[in-house]
């Protein structure tokens, strides 16, 4: 439209008189002044009217009118409506942006200049729209009832794309439900993608789907607090950042992955190897101190949480299952499985409850190239796959025998285990870790380096060897396995319940240890390489005997025969606990403690704790029963028992 000088002053009295606001369109976006913020508005040329900053060619302008509509500084709103889209732009920023509109698809590039944040209200329904935002200051993102979906890209294929590097909070507005798909093809590295680091907030619901590659991509540090997130789908993971993922609270459900269900990557160019050490920068890390975590993964070697740094867990409700089997790396020659948890550095857990279960070939259920250190937290990891082995061409296949597993190279193999940790492995305090392993190969908890227990329980079931502290040349590791505290179960119904590849060290706690007939063992220690079992303490039961040669310095003794599927009472001096044998493994009973046991066979249990996930009971009561001899026990696996070892100093379970 053309205009008048006379209606340009008509225009700014109304204004001055009404206090009021200015509407300024153009096209289908639409500016707003305050009256009580323009002050002077240049009028130039005939051609064009600066107001509060923003110079508009009059030629430009679609419509100007007065209206007592509120403006709130610092927003623009983009509402989407089909193939169309509307965006009103507050006047005190206006001449820090430039909004460009083709259909649904929104632009908007922040100025240089810009020195304030900006808040961009996203809300609507578009089947064929994007919004992309580019520039140099932080900035707020709402989402506020949003479905969006981008099938034509124009600007990003991503349905939302901040190309801004800098702090993005993104409010997923408490009450409202958002929808984001991308288009499935485009440049995007996410179906919402922020350059910078992203916050997001508010108690609102968020349905991502990744049609391309990620559903979320964050290129720096991401955080969650109270908001739901959902990702259906996604061609490769469901979240995937840099830096750091922190959640404070909140919900993340992922299913549908091509790939990981939440990858966290080291900060740098993975294109020129400038990447940052996650041990001087907080870069690669995971991680959860509240919240709920729900995530389901199917592809081959995939991982539930992966993070190329470190893994604190404090907190939160954790549920994982992967489905997928296992991948030749043709890179590092050798073959890799999936994982519910995994990490390149260490894993720590100080709370919260975590159900992971792998069903694939060489799954296992947490993984670590570092350390693992339990303090807390409850843990129920379950594997049923077989190991996956490779060919020299790398062909993979599966086997079901630990026997046809032995023929492989380690790096052409990969079984399932509940706990895989290159580093050391250290459980104490308060936490409680169940373990199940039914495949072929599949050990229980494993460390390449050692193995430390001195509080908490463990309760492990595995088809091969349940606690197995092994090393290689790469850790240096002793192989050692040491317990002095705390309730640990261990059967395998394949080979050994407790398998030191060094020294084995039984000082405290209560053991519980199955292993299967001869010539396996309830405890092993590598006495082929001169290593030892050494018993200085604690309370044991050992279906399957002792690792000969032990040096015993706590007093064993053994039953001449036990029963299958019966409940036991031991008793130690004032301590008492109720155990169940299992359906099958080796000859030998041995029991051990502070002082010399009392074993009673076939009572009846009630009350007490359960422990051992109901194998075993502390501070029962039991009634009935027979009482059971016991003779003098010095090792000698599933053998008979020879002459007893001399009386020392012993300790509870405590």
Request: glycine share 16%; net charge negative; proline share 2%.
């Amino acid at each position: 439209m053309k205009h008048t000088l006379l209606s340009m002053i008509a225009l700014v009295l109304t204004i001055a008189a009404t206090g009021q606001t200015l509407n300024v369109k153009m096209g289908s976006v639409t500016y707003q002044f305050p009256a009580v913020q323009t002050g002077e508005m240049t009028y130039a040329d005939g051609q064009t009217l600066t107001i509060m900053g923003k110079t508009f060619t009059l030629t430009d302008i679609d419509a100007m009118t007065v209206d007592d509509s509120k403006v709130n500084d610092g927003v623009i709103a983009v509402d989407y409506n089909g193939t169309s889209a509307s965006v009103t732009v507050a006047g005190n920023i206006a001449q820090y942006v430039v909004p460009t509109i083709n259909g649904a698809h929104v632009s908007i590039a922040q100025s240089s200049n810009l020195a304030e944040e900006i808040t961009y209200t996203l809300s609507g329904t578009s089947t064929d729209g994007e919004f992309y935002m580019s520039g140099s200051y932080k900035a707020t993102i709402e989402l506020n009832g949003l479905t969006l979906t981008n099938t034509t890209p124009v600007y990003s294929g991503a349905a939302v794309h901040i190309q801004n590097g800098k702090r993005i909070k993104v409010k997923v507005v408490t009450g409202t439900t958002n929808t984001l798909s991308d288009a499935a093809k485009g440049s995007q590295k996410g179906c919402l993608y922020i350059k910078g680091h992203a916050e997001f907030a508010q108690k609102g619901t968020l349905n991502v789907v990744g049609n391309l590659k990620h559903a979320i991509k964050t290129g720096e540090y991401m955080t969650l607090k109270n908001a739901t997130i959902n990702v259906s789908s996604a061609v490769g993971d469901g979240i995937n950042c840099a830096q750091y993922f922190l959640m404070e609270s909140g919900t993340v459900n992922i299913s549908g992955t091509g790939d990981d269900g939440i990858q966290c990557d080291l900060e740098g160019d993975t294109n020129t190897g400038e990447i940052t050490n996650h041990e001087d920068e907080d870069s690669g890390n995971i991680y959860i101190s509240e919240g709920k975590i729900n995530i389901t993964v199917t592809a081959n070697a995939a991982k539930g949480i992966k993070g190329e740094g470190d893994m604190r867990i404090s907190g939160g409700d954790i549920t994982v299952k992967t489905t997928g089997g296992g991948l030749w790396d043709s890179d590092k020659v050798k073959t890799k499985a999936s994982a519910c948890l995994g990490a390149d550095g260490h894993i720590t857990i100080s709370g919260g409850t975590m159900n992971l279960t792998s069903t694939g070939a060489g799954g296992k259920g947490i993984n670590g190239d570092g350390t693992f250190t339990a303090t807390g937290g409850t843990l129920t990891i379950k594997t049923s796959g077989n190991a996956v082995v490779a060919s020299a061409t790398g062909s993979l296949s599966t086997v079901s025998s630990s026997q046809q597993l032995d023929r492989y190279q380690s790096d052409y193999k990969s079984s399932p285990k509940g706990i895989k940790i290159d580093g050391a492995i250290l459980i104490s305090d308060n936490a409680v870790i169940s373990v199940t392993t039914t495949g072929a190969g599949g050990e229980g908890i494993e460390s390449k380096t050692s193995i430390n227990i001195t509080g908490g329980q463990v309760t492990v079931n595995a088809s091969d060897d349940a606690i197995n502290s092994s090393y290689n040349t790469d850790t240096n590791g002793s192989g050692d396995l040491t317990i002095s505290g705390g309730y640990v179960f261990a059967r395998s119904t394949g080979n050994d319940g407790l398998d030191a590849n060094g020294n084995c060290y039984i000082k405290g706690g209560l053991v519980y240890a199955i292993g299967t007939t001869s010539p396996e063992v309830a405890i092993d220690a590598n006495s082929e390489q001169q290593k030892k079992l050494y018993v200085t303490g604690g309370t044991i039961i050992a279906i399957g005997g002792l690792e000969n040669g032990a040096s015993l310095s706590q007093s064993c003794y053994s039953a001449s025969s036990w029963s299958k599927n019966t409940w036991y009472a031991m008793t130690v001096g004032s301590e008492t606990i109720a155990f169940k044998t299992p359906s099958s493994g080796g000859n030998t009973m041995v029991v051990s403690g502070a002082s010399q046991p009392t074993l009673k066979s076939g009572v009846t249990v009630s009350g007490g704790t359960s422990i051992f996930d109901g194998a075993g009971y502390v501070n029962a009561t039991f009634t009935g029963g027979s009482t059971i001899n016991l003779s003098s026990y010095s090792g000698g696996g599933n053998g008979p028992g020879g002459p007893g070892g001399p009386g020392g100093p012993g300790g509870g379970w405590h």
